[in-house]
């Protein structure tokens, strides 16, 4: 079946960076629309980011625009999120998911991204 498995978070300074990871298995990866969302403490889950088939194209939430970059390696079978400029309101748990990030799409067990001084 599907398995995707995040890594790559941890706690930074506002204004910081990190770079997620997601390696994915179980489903055709370089075919595949995959995307991240996330969700904060006491609040639902929200999109991020997608990156369609070959990387040809990338979508962005407004909240993340210009700060965060969606990229993939289908050689690797594995999904990335650099996360710059890093804000207070974007400690989440970060999941990356096959599709376009709705609720119902195959998600992995999340890192966490704690962004605080």
């Known amino acids: 079946g599907v398995q995707l498995d995040e890594s790559g978070g941890g706690l930074v300074q506002p204004g910081g960076s990190l770079r997620l990871s997601c390696k994915a298995s179980?489903?055709?990866?370089?075919?595949?629309?995959v995307s991240w969302v996330r969700q904060a403490p006491g609040r639902g889950l929200e999109w991020v980011s997608s990156?369609?088939?070959?990387?040809?194209?990338?979508y962005y939430s407004d909240s993340v625009k210009g700060r965060f970059t969606t990229s993939r390696d289908d050689a690797k079978n594995t999904l990335y999120l650099q996360l710059n400029n890093l804000k207070t309101e974007d400690t989440a748990m970060y999941y990356c998911?096959?599709?376009?990030?709705?609720?119902?799409?195959?998600r992995g067990q999340g890192t966490q991204v704690t962004v605080s001084s």
């Open positions: 990156i369609n088939s070959g990387g040809r194209n990338t």
């Open positions: 179980g489903f055709t990866f370089s075919t595949t629309t």
């Open positions: 998911t096959k599709g376009w990030g709705s609720e119902e799409d195959p």
